[in-house]
Every structure is written in structure tokens, then in C-alpha cells.
């Protein structure tokens, strides 16, 4: 029992961050029909981001107080908006033009500003994974015998606390409504008088801005960064997506802690090297029975 | 259009120039005689990615054989020449890649011998193809048991399997992985959980000590296989806890996980359980920093410094890269000692002609008693070293010390 909560605990703490990375394929699907193979990288981008600004503000170990405060957010806020421009920019400069070429065109753009990115990382920070700062003080919490630090704390309060901040954004202001609009129908929303281009681009920014919250978080829980990080994490990310129903909000975030859940409780009652292989098991299993993931609906055929 | 033709040919005409010069100034004399006097040793090791730690202090302890030869000069006017590739992609080691490089070193003629690889997974895409051209292929650290012996190498020498072209002057993972679950046993651990990476290397060592472990009497808890791409370790390890060991015992590298998997223990209270590993995790440090106090290592090698043989070597060493060796820069220097003194030997007994690959390939395997910095270097049939050394180390502040090294005579 003991034990099954502590694997709970940590699965749930790994599926917050494939959640806030699986939000951001979500969103882009859901507005332009393109799987985003450079989000992967920008979630990385967003751990290279934080370690910048904490180099800058010369944060190299433990922080308490206000410290801990300023230092953080200032690293939190300045990841996930770095983020969201690069976010923005990818969008402008490669998918943009695309917007009405053949499927396959967006997609293997996608990959291709993939590959940029982890080079450019590579050549920024070198091959060899990067140490991140241990900022956060790590006392444990016992809770019916279980240890619960406070990075896991951080990393799921972080996690749920922007999950509610995109629902609210989405479900309840105007910018998100034309978002929604732009979703279902982009011809039908130009007309209303919608700025499609804005609104995409408001996609990205949002989508790469959760990303780099991610990037943070996983610094901080992890306490190291490597340029190659995003390919994995990534991919159980867009599963993740796929899992709960792509294009759906709620599906990304539900689809991210079962995927954590899965991989933490399949290492531990199959051994490591089965992780992967119940994640994908899971996700075959999921899509044959509802094809649109576990929350998403069957939409009426585009014409 | 007119001036754009012409600045095209002026950009042609320097570029001619300065091959030109660069030709002179590489070779003097008739440049077309003095490339049939080119030899060359081939280096693959993994230079760039997360393994270019130990990856660079290697390259540099073959590369210092080499200039010290070229100083000295080769017999019957020969120049020596040293044709470093990177095995790395996309910062990890790759067998694929480093089959490739080995492709290209047996397109060049000039090649005569080849030093590396790094990783024993490499190695088994390599040995094939250097097997097929009879090409000599001295490694200096890979120390799986299938790369020489069984029905394993067996099958890597399918091309061509009478002649052997692949040495090592290193131990092999079985007699490390012994000397590891002996040491486990003499400090009092009882308990041992033992993780591996799932690769060639790591697999070959953590079986050979959980079966040895077991023999001496110890108990293995449970034994792991990682995933790849991932960076959390937390889940394994909090069953592993759960176990109460003694000790966790990783066969793997430090890119593989060693490093993460070491620092994510003090996340789960397994912080004071000290963490053992064979020659991949030599670097743990560079991961794991201070965190490392509180593990041991091996290597399939005797502790340079400790040698006198190997004073001259490392004076050299310091002196010429300003740093201390690397874990397996002296085996690095020994395995391109081999190479040139094969390649000095077949010019003589050729007369001065132009060594053949199949003459130097014999050379290497009469290497008798070379001098090296490791000692005296000679090969068994099957191309392992005789006389086999395991020393092991331990890190305080980040650091490796040395704690204590056996003599593994005849197996």
C-alpha cells in the first residue's frame, strides 16, 4: 500500500509535465489540423530558457524566501514567454505559408524545425547533459507514510494551476472564444470578422508558453537538462494528446497523468524496460475501442 | 552576369592556390610520391555527445602515441598520419555510425590499423566489417565478452573467420564483473539490487556480477532493465527502496542513466546507499557531481600512475593537453603503441616497401611483451590481452580516488 502510493505520487508528478507538454500538440491540432513535431524541443527550450535567466540572476544553488520567489517566477515567467515567441515565430515563418498546402507538407516542415532546434541547443549548451540549479529546498512531507517532497508539490501545483488558468482563458474570455470558433470552422469564423492569423498565432504563443512551463518544471524536478530531452518526452507527450482525444483540453490533461501513472506503475510491477511498451500497449488498446481517444468526439466531416 | 562568371573564377583560382599551398606545406617534395608513403591509423571513438567526456581524454592519450612517433620518425621515410572520426549521434554513441566510419577507413588505403571504439555496442557493428577487410582493430576499452570469445565473436568473424583482426588491451566485462561482485562481498554487502542499461556492455557486465554475487554467497534483490529516452529513474527506484539493499549495483554508462539515476536516489532516501559500477560510470561525476561520493567503480585496466612503466607517459600527457588522464587515455596510448609498432615492424621486414593491411594484421597479433604504459602488452588467439589488471576507484568531492587494483593471471 505504501508503496502504491508512492508510485502513485510520482507517476502523477512525471504526468503533470507530459500534460502541460501534450496541451500545447493539442491546441495546435485543434486549430490547424498539424502535429507539431518541434513541440517536443520547445518544452527543452523552455529548460534551457530557466537555466539562462537563473545564470543571469546568478541563482547556482538553494534559494529560500523572497529569493526563491523572485528568482523563480522571474525564471518561470521568462521560460514560458521566450517560449511562446519561438512558439510564435515557428508558426510564421514555417507552418504559416503551408497553412493550405497538402498534409504531408506542415508535417515534414515539423520535423524539420525539429531538428533545428535540437542543433541549435546542441551548439548552445553542448552535447553533454547541462546540470540545472537545485533552487528549490527539498524537505519531505510524510503522509500516511509516504514522502512526498516539495518539488513534487511545486511540480503538480504549477502543472494543475496553468491547466485551470487555459480552461478558464478558453471557456470564458472572447479571445478564447475566437479560438474555439477558429477551431471548428476557419472559413465560417473569418467571416464573422475573427483574425484568423492572430488567433493561430495566440494558439502558439499559449501552446509554447505551457511548454515552457514544462521546460521549468522538469528542471527543477529533475535537476538536469540535455539537449535531446525533448524527443522522448515529447513523444509520450503527443500520445499523451492522443490518448485523451486530440483537440481536446481536458483529454491532454487526462491523457498526460494516465501516461505518467502507466509508466511509473509498469516499472514498477513489469520492470523498467517495459515502460514503453505498456504506454504504447495502453494507447493501441484506447484507440481501438474509441478511436477518437478516451474524451474526444466523432466531429462531422470537414467538406 | 559577366562579373558574376568572373568573380566565380577568381573564387575557383584561390581556391586552386590554396590547395596548392596546403599541399606543400603538408608533404615536401613531389606531393603524388609522398601520398603512397602515407600511413595512416584510423581513431573511432565517440568525440562529441554525452559520452565525449571520457570519449576526448582517449582520442588524446592515441593521439600523443602518434605524435610522439611522427617525432621519431617512421623507418624507410614513411609518414605517419592519424584519421580521427566521431562515432556520436545525436549525442549518444552510434554502432551505426561507427560502422560507417570504419566503412570509410577501409575505402582509404592509407589506413593500416584502427584504434577505438569506445562502446562495446559499437564495436560489435565494427569488428565485422574490419573482420571482412582484414583490417587491424585495436580497441582500447570495450571489454563485453562476446566482441573475442564464443559462439558470439564467432558470429562477428562470419566474413572471414580464421583471421582475427580485432585486439583489445583491456580486461573483458566477465572478469571485471567478477572482481566487482568480490569486492562487493569483502566490504560486508549482503543485498545487492542490480540495474543495467540494456546494451551490450552494461547487460554483459550486471548478469556476470549477479552471477557472481550469488555464487559468493550474496543475495540479489532484483535485477532491472532501463527504458530508453527517459530521464525519470524515481519509480524503479522507489521500488528498489523498498528492497532494503545494501548497495545498487549499475551496469551502464553515465549517458545511459548511471548519472540521473545516482542523483534521483537521494530523491527517494537511497542517498547513503552506495552505488557500484564497472568502467562506464568512471565519468559519474560529470553528471552527477559531489553526488558521486559513495560510489565505486572499476577498470578493466591497471591504475597508470601507479605504474612506473607509465611515468614517462604521463608527464608527456600533462604536458602536452594540461589536464590529467582520463580513464582510458593510457589504454588509448597503448592500443596506438601497438598499431605503430606493427605498422615499424612490417616496413622492416618489407624492406621499406608499402606494409599491406594483411602484414600489419600479422604484426599486431606477434605484439610480444611491448612496453606500454598499462604493461607489457601481448594477445591470446582469440586477440584478448595476457596478464589482465582490474583496479578500483572510488569519488570524494566529485573526484575518483584510487582505492586498490588485483592481477587476474590466465582465465
Redesign the interface.
Known amino acids: 500500500m505504501?508503496?502504491f502510493l508512492?508510485?502513485l505520487i510520482?507517476?502523477i508528478s512525471?504526468g503533470s509535465i507530459y500534460a502541460l507538454i501534450a496541451l500545447g500538440y493539442t491546441m495546435v491540432y485543434g486549430i490547424i489540423g498539424l502535429i507539431n513535431f518541434a513541440h517536443g524541443d520547445v518544452y527543452t527550450l523552455g529548460s534551457f530558457f530557466s537555466l539562462a535567466i537563473l545564470a543571469l540572476l546568478g541563482a547556482t544553488g538553494e534559494l529560500h524566501g523572497p529569493a526563491l520567489l523572485i528568482d523563480a517566477g522571474l525564471a518561470l515567467f521568462g521560460a514560458a514567454l521566450l517560449c511562446g515567441i519561438v512558439g510564435v515565430l515557428i508558426e510564421r515563418l514555417a507552418y504559416r505559408r503551408l497553412r493550405n498546402a497538402p498534409r504531408l507538407a506542415p508535417l515534414i516542415t515539423a520535423i524539420g524545425v525539429s531538428f533545428i532546434l535540437?542543433n541549435a541547443m546542441?551548439v548552445w549548451k553542448g552535447?553533454?547533459?547541462v546540470?540545472f540549479p537545485a533552487i528549490l529546498p527539498?524537505p519531505a512531507v510524510t503522509v500516511a507514510g509516504v514522502?512526498i517532497?516539495l518539488?513534487q508539490f511545486v511540480v503538480v501545483g504549477l502543472a494543475i494551476a496553468t491547466m485551470l488558468a487555459l480552461q478558464l482563458f478558453v471557456h470564458g474570455t472572447r479571445m478564447g472564444r475566437a479560438m474555439r470558433a477558429t477551431a471548428q470552422d476557419r472559413d465560417a469564423a473569418r467571416l464573422m470578422g475573427i483574425d484568423i492569423n492572430k488567433t493561430i498565432a495566440l494558439t502558439f504563443l499559449i501552446g509554447s508558453a505551457l511548454a515552457g512551463v514544462a521546460g521549468f518544471v522538469?528542471g527543477v524536478y529533475?535537476?538536469?537538462t540535455?539537449?535531446?530531452?525533448g524527443?522522448?518526452?515529447g513523444?509520450k507527450a503527443f500520445t499523451a494528446a492522443v490518448l485523451g482525444g486530440i483537440g481536446n483540453l481536458a483529454g491532454a490533461m487526462l491523457g498526460g497523468f494516465l501516461i505518467g501513472i502507466v509508466?511509473?506503475?509498469a516499472?514498477?510491477l513489469l520492470?523498467?524496460?517495459?515502460?514503453?511498451v505498456a504506454v504504447f500497449a495502453i494507447l493501441i488498446l484506447a484507440l481501438v475501442f474509441r478511436p477518437s481517444g478516451l474524451l474526444g468526439e466523432t466531429l462531422p466531416e470537414k467538406v | 552576369m559577366r562579373s558574376m562568371k568572373s568573380v566565380t573564377r577568381l573564387v575557383a583560382v584561390a581556391a586552386a592556390a590554396g590547395l596548392l599551398v596546403a599541399c606543400s606545406g603538408g608533404s615536401s617534395g613531389s606531393s603524388r610520391a609522398a601520398a603512397s608513403r602515407i600511413v595512416k591509423i584510423g581513431i573511432d571513438l565517440p568525440l562529441s555527445g554525452a559520452d565525449a567526456s571520457v570519449g576526448i581524454s582517449t582520442e588524446q592519450g592515441a593521439l600523443l602515441a602518434i605524435e610522439q612517433a611522427q617525432k621519431k620518425g617512421l623507418p624507410g621515410g614513411f609518414t605517419l598520419q592519424a584519421d580521427p572520426l566521431d562515432d556520436s549521434l545525436q549525442g549518444v554513441h552510434s554502432p551505426q555510425q561507427g560502422a560507417s566510419n570504419v566503412r570509410s577507413f577501409v575505402s582509404d588505403a592509407a589506413v593500416l590499423a584502427v584504434v577505438g571504439p569506445y562502446n562495446s555496442n559499437v564495436a560489435a557493428a565494427e569488428i565485422p566489417i574490419t573482420n571482412a577487410a582484414g583490417l587491424a582493430q585495436i580497441g582500447p576499452s570495450v571489454v563485453s565478452d562476446g566482441l573475442t570469445l564464443g559462439k558470439a565473436a564467432a558470429n562477428l568473424r562470419r566474413a572471414n573467420p580464421a583471421r582475427n583482426a580485432f585486439f583489445r588491451v583491456c580486461t573483458t566485462d566477465s572478469l571485471q564483473g567478477a572482481a566487482l561482485a568480490r569486492y562487493a562481498r569483502k566490504l560486508g554487502y549482503g543485498r545487492i539490487y542490480v540495474i543495467d542499461d540494456n546494451e551490450t556492455y552494461g547487460l554483459d557486465l550486471a548478469n556476470r556480477f549477479d552471477h557472481d554475487f550469488r555464487r559468493l554467497g550474496g543475495t540479489v534483490l532484483g535485477h532491472d532493465h532501463l527504458a530508453q529516452d527517459t530521464q525519470d529513474f524515481k519509480s524503479l527506484l522507489i521500488k528498489i527502496a523498498a528492497t532494503k539493499p545494501d548497495a545498487i549495483f549499475f551496469g551502464g554508462v553515465t549517458s545511459t542513466g548511471g548519472g540521473l539515476i545516482r542523483k534521483q536516489m537521494f530523491d527517494v532516501g537511497l542517498g547513503k546507499v552506495p552505488f557500484i559500477g564497472g568502467d562506464g560510470i568512471a565519468d559519474l561525476a560529470t553528471v552527477a557531481g559531489k553526488l558521486a561520493d559513495g560510489a565505486y567503480f572499476t577498470l578493466a585496466a591497471p591504475n597508470a600512475e601507479r605504474l612506473p612503466a607509465a611515468r614517462a607517459f604521463l608527464k608527456a600527457y600533462t604536458a602536452r593537453y594540461r589536464e590529467p588522464i582520463g580513464p582510458y587515455s593510457a589504454n588509448a596510448y597503448a592500443a596506438a603503441q601497438v598499431a605503430i609498432a606493427a605498422i615499424e615492424r612490417a616496413i622492416a621486414a618489407g624492406g621499406g616497401a608499402v606494409p599491406t593491411r594483411a602484414q600489419v594484421l600479422a604484426q599486431v597479433a606477434a605484439t610480444d611483451n611491448l612496453q606500454t604504459p598499462i604493461g607489457p602488452v601481448s594477445f591470446d588467439a582469440a586477440g584478448d590481452i595476457q596478464n589482465p589488471v582490474i583496479s578500483l576507484y572510488g569519488f570524494k568531492n566529485g573526484t575518483p580516488y584510487f582505492i586498490s587494483q588485483s592481477n587476474l593471471t590466465t582465465k
Not at chain 1, 226 to 229: E, G, I, P, R, V
Not at chain 1, 271 to 276: A, D, E, F, I, T
Open positions: 505504501h508503496e508512492a508510485q510520482n507517476g512525471l535540437e546542441q552535447p553533454s547533459p546540470p527539498n514522502a517532497s518539488q522538469s529533475y535537476q538536469s540535455w539537449f535531446f530531452n524527443f522522448g518526452a513523444l509508466e511509473s506503475f516499472t514498477w520492470g523498467g524496460q517495459w515502460s514503453n
